[in-house]
Protein backbone atom coordinates (compact mmCIF):
# COMPACT_ATOMS: atom_id res chain seq x y z
CA UNK A 1 0.00 0.00 0.00
CA UNK A 2 3.18 2.22 0.13
CA UNK A 3 5.55 2.98 -2.93
CA UNK A 4 8.74 4.95 -2.88
CA UNK A 5 9.45 6.39 -6.17
CA UNK A 6 13.36 7.80 -6.76
CA UNK A 7 14.87 9.76 -8.81
CA UNK A 8 18.06 11.55 -9.86
CA UNK A 9 21.15 9.07 -9.94
CA UNK A 10 23.50 8.77 -12.66
CA UNK A 11 26.97 9.47 -13.17
CA UNK A 12 29.43 12.28 -12.16
CA UNK A 13 33.12 13.33 -11.64
CA UNK A 14 34.73 13.43 -8.26
CA UNK A 15 33.56 16.89 -7.17
CA UNK A 16 30.33 17.09 -8.93
CA UNK A 17 27.40 17.33 -7.50
CA UNK A 18 23.79 15.30 -7.72
CA UNK A 19 20.50 15.40 -6.30
CA UNK A 20 18.33 12.74 -4.92
CA UNK A 21 14.22 12.90 -4.81
CA UNK A 22 12.55 10.12 -2.89
CA UNK A 23 8.46 10.29 -3.22
CA UNK A 24 6.13 8.16 -0.92
CA UNK A 25 2.70 7.60 -2.10
CA UNK A 26 -0.06 5.20 -1.18
CA UNK A 27 -2.22 4.86 2.25
CA UNK A 28 0.51 7.05 4.43
CA UNK A 29 -0.63 8.43 7.70
CA UNK A 30 2.69 9.64 8.90
CA UNK A 31 6.00 9.31 8.13
CA UNK A 32 8.58 9.45 10.62
CA UNK A 33 11.97 8.80 9.71
CA UNK A 34 12.47 8.89 6.71
CA UNK A 35 16.07 9.21 4.78
CA UNK A 36 18.73 7.22 2.57
CA UNK A 37 20.96 4.57 2.96
CA UNK A 38 23.32 3.04 0.51
CA UNK A 39 25.06 0.21 -0.87
CA UNK A 40 28.40 -0.64 -2.20
CA UNK A 41 29.25 -3.67 -3.77
CA UNK A 42 30.57 -6.09 -1.78
CA UNK A 43 29.74 -3.95 1.51
CA UNK A 44 26.55 -4.18 3.58
CA UNK A 45 23.87 -1.07 3.26
CA UNK A 46 24.66 1.82 5.59
CA UNK A 47 22.73 4.94 6.58
CA UNK A 48 23.88 8.09 4.22
CA UNK A 49 21.06 10.52 6.09
CA UNK A 50 17.41 10.34 7.65
CA UNK A 51 15.16 13.47 8.88
CA UNK A 52 12.43 13.28 10.90
CA UNK A 53 9.02 14.65 10.87
CA UNK A 54 10.54 17.45 13.47
CA UNK A 55 12.94 17.78 10.66
CA UNK A 56 15.81 16.56 13.07
CA UNK A 57 18.33 15.19 10.94
CA UNK A 58 21.34 12.27 11.34
CA UNK A 59 23.93 11.91 9.27
CA UNK A 60 26.82 9.64 8.60
CA UNK A 61 30.62 11.01 9.45
CA UNK A 62 31.75 9.55 5.94
CA UNK A 63 28.88 12.69 4.13
CA UNK A 64 28.90 15.45 6.60
CA UNK A 65 29.27 18.63 5.56
CA UNK A 66 28.77 17.54 2.18
CA UNK A 67 25.51 15.96 1.46
CA UNK A 68 22.28 17.95 3.09
CA UNK A 69 18.79 16.35 3.46
CA UNK A 70 15.57 18.01 3.32
CA UNK A 71 11.72 16.70 3.08
CA UNK A 72 8.79 18.14 2.52
CA UNK A 73 5.84 16.46 3.12
CA UNK A 74 5.71 12.32 1.70
CA UNK A 75 9.09 13.51 -0.29
CA UNK A 76 13.01 13.18 0.72
CA UNK A 77 16.08 15.13 -0.99
CA UNK A 78 19.29 14.62 -0.84
CA UNK A 79 21.43 17.17 -1.88
CA UNK A 80 25.60 15.64 -2.59
CA UNK A 81 28.20 17.69 -2.95
CA UNK A 82 31.82 17.37 -3.42
CA UNK A 83 31.44 13.99 -4.53
CA UNK A 84 33.87 11.61 -3.95
CA UNK A 85 34.49 8.13 -5.82
CA UNK A 86 33.51 6.23 -2.25
CA UNK A 87 30.43 7.73 -2.88
CA UNK A 88 29.92 5.10 -5.49
CA UNK A 89 26.96 2.82 -4.14
CA UNK A 90 23.19 2.54 -5.00
CA UNK A 91 21.37 4.29 -2.76
CA UNK A 92 17.83 3.55 -1.62
CA UNK A 93 15.17 5.35 -0.32
CA UNK A 94 14.23 4.58 3.28
CA UNK A 95 10.06 4.94 5.26
CA UNK A 96 8.99 3.95 8.61
CA UNK A 97 5.40 4.57 7.80
CA UNK A 98 2.23 4.35 9.75
CA UNK A 99 -0.52 2.94 7.36
CA UNK A 100 -4.16 3.61 7.72
CA UNK A 101 -6.15 1.26 5.68
CA UNK A 102 -10.13 0.93 6.50
CA UNK A 103 -10.13 0.44 9.84
CA UNK A 104 -6.31 -1.44 10.34
CA UNK A 105 -3.52 1.00 11.32
CA UNK A 106 0.02 -0.44 11.59
CA UNK A 107 3.61 0.42 10.99
CA UNK A 108 5.93 -0.81 8.80
CA UNK A 109 9.64 0.05 6.87
CA UNK A 110 9.52 0.69 2.79
CA UNK A 111 12.44 0.86 0.77
CA UNK A 112 12.56 2.42 -3.02
CA UNK A 113 13.71 0.48 -5.74
CA UNK A 114 17.24 2.03 -5.35
CA UNK A 115 19.02 4.63 -7.96
CA UNK A 116 22.84 3.98 -8.78
CA UNK A 117 25.16 6.81 -7.83
CA UNK A 118 28.52 6.58 -9.94
CA UNK A 119 31.52 9.12 -8.90
CA UNK A 120 34.54 8.80 -11.24
CA UNK A 121 37.93 9.88 -10.48
Known amino acids: QVQLVESGGGLVQAGGSLRLSCAAS????????MGWYRQAPGKQRELVAV?????NTNYADSVKGRFTISRDKNTVYLQMNSLKPEDTAVYYC?????????????????WGQGTQVTVSS
Open 94 to 110: YAHCTVRTGSSVYESDY
Open 26 to 33: GSIFSINP
Open 51 to 55: VTSSS
